[in-house]
């Protein structure tokens, strides 16, 4: 019995874990892409821990659409993008050139090269879904994250007039935007019960009251990624527990 497969990026990181639990989970062949998986023991010992999923050493998105299909066509892409949280918050006033360079091009570049390098063999089975994590400060921007606020503006307006222009082909393209989530690189397991300034803002400012946890995000991943709702591509959906309007 063959499988459909789905590429993850960055499983370790944001909504990697989510992602790839999720679609597993939903019977795909799930292979994942982590930066520390250039090292042969790490890959190995994620193998192991998690026997669903099928890690790659490959780093750069054309070699990991390229490891991918070796198990077969891929149906549904994880562009699940990061930048190290230091960078989300340095300051616009200061910051250089090569910083912007970094986030636009981890943020915005990488997931268009994946993007582009998955659509060929998407547009010839006619059929495929990518779905792009972003972030909720796309339409809601943080005065003390300017820069990577930007950049995930780009990439969400990249994927939803993306959606638009494949659409004929049958090619589903969505943006995920967390804020007050948890996950192990912004808002990490733990931090919740440790610190009350992070509770007291959450009791403020989101309605939910409480961040979302990687199971509904998983959840979120699962139902763009099923292809059960065609006319659902374009879109933009914010994760952030009423945050945004």
Known sequence: MTHPVALVTNVTQYAGPAGSTALAADGFRTVCHDYTFT???VRAAFAEANPALTPIAEQE????LAAARVHGSVDVVLSNDWVPPAVVGSAFDSAAPEDFEFVMRELVYRPFRLIQAAIPSMKANRSGRIIVMTSAVAVRPYASAVLYSAARAAATAMTTAAA????????QLNA???NWFENPTYFPPGRWEEDAELRAQVAKEVPLQRLGQQHEM??????LASGKAAPV????FGFTGGWLP
Not at 218 to 223: N, Q, R, V, Y
Not at 233 to 236: K, R
């Open 164 to 171: 638009k222009a494949l659409g004929e082909f049958g090619v």
């Open 39 to 41: 090292d042969d023991a």
């Open 233 to 236: 591509t374009g879109q933009f």
């Open 218 to 223: 998983g959840a979120l991943i699962a139902f």
């Open 61 to 64: 998105p054309e070699a990991m």
């Open 176 to 178: 995920i935007g967390p």
